[in-house]
């Protein structure tokens, strides 16, 4: 249910929001989701010494809370403008883009644009497209099938950068750093929490100045450097075999008796190694963490976009079951190298996002089919494709000024 819902949401905020704030409106679900982990780990932490059964009573029914919240909010929120275009329900569609565009009005210039947009590109759909879901697999004039490799790729990298064994594994790498104890593994956790939150909020605010593009490849750099430096460290300290001890003694997830929290006296090594995993949270946070989730929801044109995303985001959870179900197989055989590999697809996925990925902040989900439909230097921040519905819109215009007894422009789509 979780994934039907993450899967949903990303669907509905990549239609509904205006193409100049879409990348900070994904960046906010980012942040809630982290807001949320950040709070299940410290609640965690905080219920542990409780006795009986009111710790896993606690930890289990406060979510409940933000669920119930979330319900109620569900039922206010709009329709997406471009699903009711496609099911025909175009006044219903009007209205929903005045919720979110102009000052509310379904006259509104920036509304009128938008929707004629929407319309001629679903339209053209409906005449000229496929609906069999094999579409996705097919390259023709719209390049489905490099959009999915693209969308999937976006996703697969993000669980490649090696931050879900870091998370997962962090209460390992913290204890084997000498800080153990029946607390330490959430304590660890709670940490991992709070940079993962604090280092979502820049996103939310620069996103859609930054571009897609600059912030994956940036996030790929510093990941990619964050690795290496950690990789000597484990290399040259043998805090690798420490983790390997822990995993082998099964003590990461263990509440034994004992001091909550106890200190062995960490060497700068161990230090090091414990501000650059961090580091490593704290940029991808800031890059791969929000702009993997964004770049494949502005992809696909209407017809594909729900059963695409269904693909990209299966795509992440597969990977991310592989990354986690090997990582521990990883350090009990190669040790330290571990860190290499992770290392080495951080800057694999650097080269593949700048030399094949579109840049696509800044554009409207219809200028985006042009990118991949037509010969446009894709890379270009400023590269704007020519607006049809622009254009048909000056066109009424100056029809109206000639004949005032025209019908207007929402009547006039209404009815085709």
Same mark, same amino acid.
């Given at each position: 249910h979780i994934k039907i819902l993450l899967i949903r949401m990303t669907l509905d905020q990549s239609e509904i929001a205006p193409k100049e704030m879409r990348g900070r409106i994904v960046s906010i679900q980012q942040f809630a989701i982290t807001l949320g982990i950040c709070a299940a780990y410290w609640v965690d932490y905080g219920v542990l010494d409780l006795k009986g &059964?009111?710790?896993?009573?606690? !930890?289990?029914?406060?979510?409940?809370?933000?669920?119930? @919240? /979330? %319900?109620?909010?569900?039922?206010?929120?709009p329709r997406s403008?471009?699903? %009711?275009?496609?099911?025909? +329900?175009?006044?219903?569609?009007?209205?929903?883009? !005045? =919720?979110?565009r102009g000052d509310g009005s379904t006259n509104h210039p920036d509304v009128l644009m938008e929707y004629i947009e929407i319309k001629?590109?679903?339209?053209?759909? *409906?005449k000229y497209g496929s609906k069999h879901y094999c579409r996705l697999f097919q390259k023709g004039p719209e390049n489905n099938l490099k959009r999915l490799i693209l969308g999937m790729a976006a996703q697969i990298f993000q669980q490649l950068t090696g931050a879900s064994t870091l998370f997962l594994y962090a209460p390992g790498l913290f204890q084997a750093s000498g800080i153990k104890g029946r607390h330490s593994a959430l304590l660890? +956790?709670?940490?991992?929490? =709070?940079? $993962?939150?604090?280092?979502?909020?820049?996103?939310?605010?620069?996103?859609?100045?930054?571009?897609?593009?600059? #912030?994956?490849?940036?996030?790929? @750099?510093?990941c990619c450097a964050c690795t290496v430096v950690m990789t000597v460290i484990a290399s040259v300290t043998g805090l690798a075999d420490a983790v390997l001890t822990t995993l082998a003694n099964d003590e990461i997830n263990s509440v034994e008796e004992g001091e909550?929290?106890?200190?062995?006296?960490?060497? $700068?090594? &161990?230090?090091?190694?414990?501000?650059?995993?961090?580091?490593?949270?704290?940029?991808?946070?800031? #890059?791969w963490g929000p702009a993997g989730w964004i /770049?494949?929801? *502005?992809?696909?044109?209407?017809?594909?976009?729900?059963?695409?995303?269904?693909? #990209?985001?299966?795509?992440?959870?597969?990977? +991310?079951?592989? =990354?986690?179900?090997? &990582?521990?197989?990883?350090?009990?055989?190669?040790h330290w190298k571990t860190f290499v590999i992770y290392a080495v697809l951080c800057a694999v996925s650097?080269?593949?996002?700048?030399?094949?990925?579109?840049? #696509?902040?800044?554009?409207? %989900? *219809?200028?985006?089919?042009? @990118?991949?439909?037509?010969?446009?230097?894709?890379?270009?921040? +400023? =590269?704007?494709?020519?607006q049809t519905a622009a254009a048909a819109l000056s066109q009424l215009d100056r029809i109206r000024a000639r004949n005032p007894t025209v019908i207007g422009v929402e009547q006039l789509f209404l009815s085709t």
């Amino acid at each position: 249910h979780i994934k039907i819902l993450l899967i949903r949401m990303t669907l509905d905020q990549s239609e509904i929001a205006p193409k100049e704030m879409r990348g900070r409106i994904v960046s906010i679900q980012q942040f809630a989701i982290t807001l949320g982990i950040c709070a299940a780990y410290w609640v965690d932490y905080g219920v542990l010494d409780l006795k009986g &059964s009111s710790s896993w009573r606690l !930890a289990l029914g406060l979510p409940l809370i933000p669920a119930f @919240i /979330y %319900l109620a909010i569900t039922f206010g929120l709009p329709r997406s403008p471009r699903y %009711l275009v496609y099911k025909h +329900n175009d006044q219903k569609a009007l209205e929903s883009l !005045a =919720v979110t565009r102009g000052d509310g009005s379904t006259n509104h210039p920036d509304v009128l644009m938008e929707y004629i947009e929407i319309k001629q590109s679903i339209r053209f759909e *409906e005449k000229y497209g496929s609906k069999h879901y094999c579409r996705l697999f097919q390259k023709g004039p719209e390049n489905n099938l490099k959009r999915l490799i693209l969308g999937m790729a976006a996703q697969i990298f993000q669980q490649l950068t090696g931050a879900s064994t870091l998370f997962l594994y962090a209460p390992g790498l913290f204890q084997a750093s000498g800080i153990k104890g029946r607390h330490s593994a959430l304590l660890a +956790n709670g940490i991992s929490g =709070v940079i $993962n939150l604090i280092f979502t909020i820049p996103p939310m605010i620069y996103i859609d100045h930054w571009g897609r593009r600059p #912030t994956l490849i940036a996030g790929s @750099i510093f990941c990619c450097a964050c690795t290496v430096v950690m990789t000597v460290i484990a290399s040259v300290t043998g805090l690798a075999d420490a983790v390997l001890t822990t995993l082998a003694n099964d003590e990461i997830n263990s509440v034994e008796e004992g001091e909550p929290l106890a200190y062995t006296s960490p060497n $700068n090594a &161990s230090i090091g190694f414990l501000v650059m995993m961090y580091l490593f949270i704290a940029c991808y946070a800031m #890059t791969w963490g929000p702009a993997g989730w964004i /770049y494949p929801t *502005e992809l696909y044109s209407q017809d594909i976009r729900a059963q695409a995303l269904g693909l #990209t985001t299966a795509a992440n959870w597969l990977f +991310n079951f592989g =990354v986690t179900q090997l &990582s521990p197989l990883m350090f009990l055989s190669i040790h330290w190298k571990t860190f290499v590999i992770y290392a080495v697809l951080c800057a694999v996925s650097s080269y593949v996002v700048y030399k094949y990925f579109p840049e #696509t902040m800044g554009k409207s %989900l *219809e200028e985006i089919d042009l @990118i991949f439909s037509g010969n446009f230097n894709f890379y270009d921040l +400023n =590269v704007h494709h020519p607006q049809t519905a622009a254009a048909a819109l000056s066109q009424l215009d100056r029809i109206r000024a000639r004949n005032p007894t025209v019908i207007g422009v929402e009547q006039l789509f209404l009815s085709t």
